[in-house]
């Protein structure tokens, strides 16, 4: 997807949703898309869009000393 959102962006965005009686907000066009994923698309195809985004998501987020090893 895109660069990561800065918390004090996501911060304000609940806030914003918070103050105006909205029960929930979506930070990022992206994350919106991946979270109404599963109205338009069967749910074996949501599954695994969603686990291929986060795999790169954790593959990103891992130093590499660590990508492969075991907890």
């Known amino acids: 997807m895109g660069a990561k959102a800065k918390a004090s962006d996501v911060v304000r965005l609940g806030l914003r949703a918070l103050s105006t009686g909205r ?12 979270s109404n994923l599963a109205r338009f698309v069967p749910r074996s ?17 891992l ?8 907890p």
């Not at 695994?48 to 954790?58: D, G, P, S, Y």
């Open 63 to 70: 130093p590499a000393s660590t990508a492969g090893a075991r």
């Open 23 to 34: 029960t929930h907000a979506i930070h990022g066009f992206g994350n919106y898309i991946l």
């Open 45 to 61: 195809v949501a599954a695994r869009l969603t686990a291929e985004v986060m795999r790169k998501n954790q593959a990103r987020a």
